[in-house]
């Protein structure tokens, strides 16, 4: 009658050790740090869904990809938040570091950055700082009036930007 007893508590104990190595593989930061931040892991394919304020990486390499749990997208991604998963999203082709898919922070080479856009060249009126790869309006037309000729109004001796006064009664 021992025999059988001891048996089951023996059973039970490894199932219950089973389960524990279980959960310690889906939340552990095993696998050479793969799943560190993760609620699924895997050993073939590293994360799949990552804690709540993490963002899931999906790294390919070839045919397969490597999920990775990480609190800020690397370069050339952006972060999206979602109700279920927050993934990290490739930014556009011509983008080295984005806010969004609409909005470049940094361009590739042979682009300039221009209002959150790469482009090949910079749009008129604006002129490209090679060192920044940034579009810069020219100094000519950011400050005054783009109109240079002389206003009809101008008196000798009176501001441009001063009021008329109202006329004063005489008693």
């Known amino acids: 009658m021992r025999a059988p007893l001891c048996l089951l508590l ?4 490894a199932v219950d050790m089973l389960a524990l190595n279980r959960r310690k593989k889906q939340v552990g930061s095993g696998l050479g ?4 931040g993760c609620i699924i892991c895997s050993e073939e394919n590293g ?3 990552c804690q709540q304020r ?40 011509t983008c080295e570091s984005c806010f969004s898919q609409d ?5 590739k080479r042979r682009f300039y950055l221009y209002k959150g856009k790469c482009l090949p060249t910079c749009p008129p009126g604006t002129s490209a ?18 109109d240079r000729r002389p206003r009809k109004d101008r008196r000798p001796g009176r501001r441009l930007d001063a009021r008329p006064r109202p006329p004063t009664r005489q008693p």
């Open 103 to 107: 909005f470049c922070i940094r361009c």
């Open 54 to 93: 993490l963002f899931l990486f999906i790294r390919r390499e070839g045919i397969r990809q490597y999920g990775k749990c990480v609190h800020d997208c690397p370069p050339g991604y952006f972060g999206i938040r979602g109700q279920e998963v927050n993934r990290c999203k490739k930014c556009g082709a």
């Open 33 to 36: 740090g793969n799943c560190t």
């Open 47 to 49: 994360c799949s869904t």
């Open 10 to 13: 023996l059973l039970a104990h």
């Open 129 to 146: 700082h090679q060192s920044t790869r940034e579009c810069q309006e020219r100094s000519s037309q950011k400050k005054g009036r783009k």
